[in-house]
């Protein structure tokens, strides 16, 4: 029986590694428009690319911004490697008895969804569960093993979408739009208020 149970798992380990999509790190990076200016050098008329993006360092961003993030959304994101699994196991129970026990998600796990693994609007619970354990598989084997805890802090904020509805571009999106457009000042300037 513990032949069959091990083999079990292995066939399912080596099916979420062989399925998970390529690591690509480029994918990673926030890519920020081409700015047009004036004459003058300094009258922005256009910006041109995909999305409307200002990237910040991991230096530039406020720690209040840092400790808000991993207390909201992976309060011991800076212990493990990219798999919270007591949070797991405590969402997954939670699930299986029917309650919203809360997300599961690592800020890695969640970098790697929402650059590799998207979630499909008509996804099914089968294929909820298997994109689960690649994120954990990427987070775990290819994101927090080539990266810093700092770098993979800059990847999600700099890739979140923040709203809708900013200048030319129809969504705001990283935290550096985003402080510009609610608070009126770069993100390096935020405070706790």
Not at 71 to 86: I, L, M, Y
Not at 118 to 135: G, M, V, W
Not at 170 to 193: A, C, M, R, W
Request: proline share 3%.
């Amino acid at each position: 029986m513990g032949i069959i149970c091990a083999s079990a798992v292995l066939a399912f380990a080596l099916y979420i590694i062989v399925t998970s999509p390529d690591f690509v790190p480029n994918e990673l990076y926030t890519k920020e428009p081409t700015v047009i200016y004036a004459n003058d050098g300094t009258t922005e008329i256009a910006r041109l690319g995909k999305k409307n993006v200002e990237l910040v360092t991991y230096q530039d961003m406020p720690q209040v911004l840092i400790d808000a993030l991993v207390a909201t959304e992976d309060s011991r994101f800076f212990q493990h490697n990219g798999v919270d699994a007591a949070r797991f196991i405590k969402a997954s129970l939670g699930q299986l008895a029917g309650k919203n026990a809360g997300g599961a998600s690592t800020l890695s796990m969640q970098v790697i969804k929402n650059t590799y693994t998207k979630k499909t609007n008509n996804e099914n619970r089968i294929e909820s569960f298997l994109r689960k354990f690649k994120d954990i598989y990427m987070a775990v084997f290819k994101l927090e093993s080539a990266y810093t805890k700092e770098e993979i802090i800059e990847f999600y904020l700099n890739s979140q979408w923040l709203g809708s509805g900013y200048g030319t571009y129809e969504t705001i999106n990283g935290v550096e739009q985003g402080s510009q457009y609610f608070f009126g000042k770069s993100v390096s300037d935020l405070t706790l208020p």
